[in-house]
Each structure stands twice: as structure tokens, then as C-alpha cells.
């Protein structure tokens, strides 16, 4: 059984995650096995302070014992989990962790620059210890399927993702809950995005990408009418059409992370983690600009080149 430890209670996930982990609250359907949250540290907040005490009773309530400082869970876990809001604090409170060979998950954002996500990559590497990130939206059921060899569809020649792009100071762009359709764009198409334009308004923005082997993709973050989460991808037998649904991501992203911990082996490559990060970065930088085209090496190296 590995023994987690979390830090940052202002997000809904510090209570969604320990319930599943834990097997408290939550239907059987929605247990997983082989990891209990037994350490946690409430931490503060720059975007949602107010969160944070009833988010610590839930939390406690499954059993959790409550810190006061994060370093008191070394020794004591065997992985942690970052699950501050805000991409920005992720650094300094991974910092200690990985410095301490302890592996990490790093909630959505990773980062909110791409310095940040550099210096953690940098130092996961010389400690030769797992470090990770996701949406949860990546393991959507839906997704999965599309995305299997055995997919009747074949192979993706392109993509249009869908979903809620709320804005959020401290998570500029994409950054909150942007990441999550930006998320299911890579999933989809993979790492290889050489180059992005936006066009933004109040109510909407369409990102679209151009991958380095000629295939192009679409996101369209969503902020009136319907948000729902979902996608379009353009295949080699057929068209799939398809809406998202959320009932198991949580589950689903959870058991990534067990098995994830278990092998030593990241579910999901820290290059493409680093891909988002600029990809992400790159968008808002072509929407401060008017949509001008911006290409990601011009935003930061690739992760080869670090």
C-alpha cells in the first residue's frame, strides 16, 4: 500500500482524490486500490483562500492526518501529491520532495511558465525520481478509445477539442480551465505541436496548432452557451464525434498515478507535460498579440535542447 501525502487543500481535487484513494465517501465504482492519502498539509492559497477549511474537514474526515509543514511528511510517504490551484506555487512546494528522491504528481497547471516546469523536469532528472502531471480529462473513456490501436477509426489526421476555458488571475490563458481541452489535444495528437494562432474574444477562443509531421488541430475554449467537454477527430476510416463525459476521469487518472507510482515509470511523458506548458504559453502570447502566429521554440526550448 503506498502511503500519500498531499499538499494544498484549495482545490476540490485534495477531496476528490483522497475520497477515491481512500474509499470514503464515493460509490465502490469509483474506488482505487493500492495507494492511501495518510498525510496532509492544508497550505494557503492565491486564488482561493476561502476553500481551504472546509476542503481540510472533508479531507480529515477520510482519515487524513493534518500537518503543519509540508517537510513533516518526509519519511513518512512514500509519493505526494501537489494539488495546488495555482500553477505557479508548484515549484517551491515539489521542490522539497523531489530534492528528497519522494516521487510526485503535480496537479493541472504543471506550470505557469515554462522556467518553472523546466526546473522541475531538471530536478526530477538529477534525482532520477518520477514526476508527472495530468488533466483528468485525458483518461476519459472516451478518449481512450479513440485513441487505441484497436481503434476502428485508425489512424488521427487532426483534431478539434472542445471545452470550458474560464479565465482565473493567477492561471493566465489556458492555463485553468483551458488545460483541459488543451490536454485532450495532445492526448489525441500527441507531442510534435511546432506552432499556434488564437483568436480570442470575450466569449470564446480557437486555438489552432500545427504539428511537425503537417497534421493540424483545434481547440476551441468555451465561456457562454453550453460547456461541454468534447472532441472531433479526423481519422484514417472515419470521422468520430464524440461528447466527454466525467463520471470516472478522477477514478481513472487516480489508478494512472498508483500504477504510475508502482512501476517508477511516468504514465505520461514529462515531454509532452513540457509541450502543453509551452504550447499553452505560446497561445496567449499569439492572443496578446492579435493573433499573431507564434512558434513554441520561440517560447522556450524543447525539452532535448534543455
Given at each position: 500500500m503506498i502511503?500519500?501525502?498531499?499538499?494544498?487543500?484549495?482545490?476540490?481535487?485534495?477531496?476528490?482524490?483522497?475520497?477515491?484513494?481512500?474509499?470514503?465517501?464515493?460509490?465502490?465504482?469509483?474506488?482505487?486500490?493500492?495507494?492511501?492519502?495518510?498525510?496532509?498539509?492544508?497550505?494557503?492559497?492565491?486564488?482561493s483562500p476561502e476553500r481551504i477549511p472546509e476542503f481540510t474537514r472533508q479531507v480529515a474526515e477520510c482519515g487524513v492526518e493534518l500537518v503543519d509543514d509540508p517537510s513533516e511528511m518526509i519519511g513518512k510517504i512514500d509519493a505526494v501529491l501537489i494539488h495546488s490551484l495555482c500553477g505557479a506555487p508548484h515549484l517551491e512546494r515539489v521542490r522539497p520532495f523531489l530534492s528528497a528522491s519522494i516521487p510526485a504528481f503535480v496537479d493541472k497547471p504543471f506550470a505557469c511558465s515554462t522556467d518553472d516546469a523546466a526546473e522541475m523536469i531538471n530536478l526530477s532528472a538529477e534525482k532520477n525520481v518520477t514526476l508527472f502531471s495530468s488533466s483528468a480529462l485525458r483518461y476519459a473513456p472516451e478518449i481512450e478509445q479513440v485513441t487505441a490501436s484497436s481503434s476502428p477509426a485508425g489512424a488521427i489526421h487532426g483534431v478539434l477539442?472542445?471545452?470550458?476555458?474560464?479565465?482565473?488571475?493567477?492561471?493566465p490563458g489556458l492555463f485553468h480551465y483551458g488545460v483541459h481541452p488543451t490536454e485532450m489535444l495532445f492526448t489525441l495528437m500527441g507531442s510534435g505541436c511546432q506552432q499556434v494562432t488564437t483568436t480570442y474574444t470575450d466569449d470564446a477562443e480557437v486555438c489552432t496548432g500545427e504539428w511537425n509531421d503537417g497534421r493540424i488541430a483545434t481547440l476551441r475554449g468555451l465561456r457562454t452557451g453550453s460547456t461541454a467537454y468534447g472532441f472531433v477527430a479526423f481519422c484514417e476510416t472515419?470521422?468520430?464525434s464524440q461528447t466527454v463525459s466525467t463520471r470516472y476521469v478522477y477514478r481513472n487518472l487516480c489508478q494512472a498515478i498508483v500504477d504510475g507510482f508502482v512501476t517508477g515509470k511516468a504514465p505520461i511523458a514529462i515531454e509532452e507535460t513540457y509541450d502543453i506548458v509551452r504550447f499553452i504559453a505560446a497561445a496567449f502570447e499569439s492572443e496578446e498579440s492579435?493573433?499573431?502566429?507564434v512558434s513554441l521554440d520561440s517560447i522556450a526550448p524543447k525539452i532535448s535542447e534543455l
Open positions: 502511503r500519500l501525502g498531499i499538499v494544498d487543500f484549495d482545490t476540490s481535487h485534495a477531496v476528490e482524490f483522497t475520497r477515491r484513494f481512500n474509499h470514503v465517501g464515493v460509490a465502490a465504482d469509483q474506488y482505487v486500490e493500492g495507494a492511501r492519502v495518510v498525510l496532509g498539509y492544508p497550505g494557503d492559497s492565491e486564488m477539442t472542445y471545452g470550458p476555458a474560464k479565465r482565473a488571475a493567477g492561471n472515419g470521422v468520430v492579435g493573433g499573431r502566429t
